[in-house]
């Protein structure tokens, strides 16, 4: 009898949550993050576009060390970049700030890409204009 009580109460504290608006809504799917590969003196994805708050990770793949610095960025972002890393090696980062951000590895002239940062357009509206008759 008391496993009874306790099923109907969670039951009705789940029916209380759909029926209340706000409370039971799913929230918006958070986005995955955009993977570039640091491959042998190369990086896989060398130019990408993300919104603003979106997350870049970069997986190193290849036998040789490499690190990521960005030379360029945006008015407000930081420089920053990651440590000298291997094979299995992994960073990520935020970019906040619209514009674009350039980065190299310092240890191989060559290795550069580049990330945009730019808010997607406003969805379009679904309003209807009534034109007038003619």
């Not at 029916?15 to 929230?27: D, F, K, Y």
């Not at 036998?63 to 992994?90: D, L, W």
């Not at 619209?98 to 240890?107: F, M, P, S, V």
Request: aromatic residues 12%; proline residues 7%.
């Amino acid at each position: 009898m008391f496993r009874l009580a306790i099923f109907f109460t969670v039951l009705g504290a789940g029916l209380l949550a759909w029926a209340v608006p706000g409370s039971g809504e799913p929230r918006a799917a958070a986005t995955k993050p955009q993977k570039v590969w640091v491959q042998d003196n190369f990086f896989d994805r060398r130019s990408i576009q993300i919104a603003p708050n979106e997350k870049v990770v970069w997986i190193w793949k290849g036998m040789n060390r490499h690190n990521v610095r960005f030379t360029k960025v945006p008015k407000g972002a930081q420089r920053g970049g990651s440590k000298t890393k291997t094979e299995g090696g992994r960073w990520r980062r935020v970019f906040k700030v619209e514009g674009t951000y350039r980065y190299i590895c310092k240890l191989y002239t060559g290795m550069r890409g580049t990330i945009t940062v730019k808010a997607p357009p406003p969805p379009e509206s679904k309003s209807t204009a009534i034109l007038p008759s003619q």
